[in-house]
């Protein structure tokens, strides 16, 4: 079975392995592509475990997280769930509102000066420097050391679905760990997962620099392509642009359709905890399920037409967000920068042409789908 690089377009590839192999074996990993299938599983947390570390061996595990807690990505409840329900309480939807004024300012500064210049990389001019300028502010951190921050996230995201990048792990839990104060009264993100309590129990140093770190990762990462991917699609697709500009209320469906149509992450892993059977193939104690959201988000008996990007579509229960209890807290922060991205866009932006990418202007990432560049140019009118 040939599985793109991360240099090839999936889609098609997805499309034939749900026609003809909607369950592949390949040595003890199993390729899972049907929507069906891919949200039972994420749903069935007992069964199919996100908890890695207990396949390693504690010993190994313990060598693997020199300076972190394992990432909530990477537990099961009951851990998981005490974790999340800490978090939570820093991170509640009505703090992500209130930095709305905050992220409008972010990104109608960058469009004005993307519309100064009339061409430009959307990449680095604007997807990805508006959600680490603002998840850089959420947690406190000086707008100077972004620098460190792109670096770090880049490394972490390529390292995705190939093993733990330790060393760099490391760097960000030392960063972190300075940024620590139990006794701080700042209203920031790190700040409040120094000293909040639930039922007497707080974030030990090591848990909050991990989620620090998945914070970082997470909320630059999947947004930057985000935005990134709409506005490409939206290109790709005339006559959805200027419908969007003229109506500003599909904005939010135009976003949806996006993470449905090019899910920023393409897949997510699970080990089966019980021998089992899945969409006729035998599953064994152990094996490794690789859940293909990219494909499950395109599965025609779910979306109809689903190759075909439609803001205007009914079906919207994609999973790019995942599904169950690993369901993405970061979630509405994501959806409400690509809204405001792509309102101050379209307010100052008639109309564009993209440059046509290159396979190595995609992400190195076999797990994230998106861009490194995207050279755009805006129209005169």
Known sequence: MHIPTYKEEPFEWYREMRQNSPVFREGNMIHIFKYSDISRILSDHQNFSSQFRDL?????AELLNEKTTPSILLLDPPMHT????????????RSIDLFEPRIRKIAGKLVHEIVEKHNSDIVSDLSYLLPITVISEMM??????????RDWSDKLATSLGRGPDIETQNQMADYFYKKIDRNSDKNDLISRLSTIEMDGRKLSDMEIA???????VAGNETTTNLITNAIFSLYENPGIYPEMRQNPSIIPWVVEETL??????QSTRRYSKIDTEIGGVEIIKNDILALYLGSANRDEEIFREGDAFNPHRVEKRHIAFGHGVHFCLGAPLARLEARIALEEFSKA????????????????????????????KINEN
Request: aromatic share 12%.
């Open 260 to 265: 449905r149509y090019r899910s920023p992450v």
């Open 56 to 60: 390693l061996g504690g010993e190994l």
């Open 210 to 216: 991990g989620f620090a770190i998945l914070l970082l």
């Open 82 to 93: 005490t974790l999340r329900n800490l978090v939570s309480g820093a991170f509640t939807p």
């Open 349 to 376: 932006v008639p109309s564009y042409s993209i440059i046509k990418p290159s396979p190595d202007d995609r992400i190195d990432s076999d797990i994230m789908y998106g861009f490194r560049k995207l050279n755009l």
């Open 140 to 149: 406190g951190v000086p707008e100077s050391d972004s620098v460190f921050f």
